[in-house]
């Protein structure tokens, strides 16, 4: 069973469109994680909130916005992409965000830009 | 900056073999973590065995093991018995958040 929750599965979306994934966990953690992965390459560490403050930006741009609007839900919003913004969005969650958690991972949102 | 370096690509064993994957890093750290993840194909990611540097004990998970060797800086993970289930993409991680570039294993039968 997937701990940590991910909507939509599949999203497709025009350049102008603004739209949100969601992401929550039950689990109690207080560390959760936005990660871009492409195809057969390694998840890219985009954001970490930490207690429902944004810990963690990997200089990612602004198109790209997280919210944390409480300790079970993540919301990334997004705005004006690009086609090279297509991947898949990778939520993640930790009991915190120290270096001996582990983090599990949703099954993914699959984010195509027309 | 701490580096992750998987250098296979992908590998190929045959059902009930045991494989190892390699994994390299780099840190100037002295206590950290390292993690094996597996991504089975449209699956989620989940943890396969945690290492801890301080810990010379190999850590092992059924039939999950790793070979540790901390100087140099050397995670390796071995699958004994390996099942078609086994299949997916392997990532090794370093624990402030650094994946390297995964190891696809394909399994067999």
């Known amino acids: 069973d997937t701990e940590v929750t991910q909507t939509p599965k599949h999203l497709v979306m025009g350049m102008t469109n603004k739209k949100s994934l969601k992401c929550e966990q039950h689990m109690g953690h207080r560390a959760m994680y936005w990660y871009k992965q492409k195809a057969k390459k390694p998840p890219e560490l985009m954001f970490v909130y930490s207690y429902e403050k944004l810990s963690i930006n990997e200089s990612v741009p602004s198109r790209f916005s997280p919210e944390c609007p409480n300790s079970s839900l993540l919301n990334l919003h997004l705005h004006a992409l690009q086609p090279e913004d297509s991947a898949l969005y990778l939520c993640?969650?930790?009991?915190?965000?120290?270096?001996?958690?582990?983090?599990?991972f949703g099954d993914g949102t699959r984010l195509s830009i027309l | 900056a701490q580096t992750v370096t998987q250098s296979q690509p992908e590998m190929s064993v045959q059902e009930a073999e045991t494989v190892t994957l390699s994994c390299t890093y780099d840190t100037s750290e002295s206590d950290y973590y390292l993690f094996w993840y597996k991504q089975p194909p449209s699956r989620q990611m989940i943890l396969v065995i945690r290492?801890?540097?301080?810990?010379?004990q190999n850590a092992t998970e059924n039939r999950f093991s790793v070979n540790f060797q901390k100087a140099a800086k050397s995670f390796s993970l071995k699958i004994s018995d390996s099942q078609l289930g086994d299949a997916a993409m392997y990532f090794c991680a370093y624990h402030k958040l650094v994946f390297g570039a995964g190891t696809i294993l394909r399994v067999k039968s």
């Open positions: 993640a969650s930790s009991q915190r965000q120290s270096s001996n958690q582990p983090q599990h």
């Open positions: 290492q801890e540097a301080y810990k010379q």
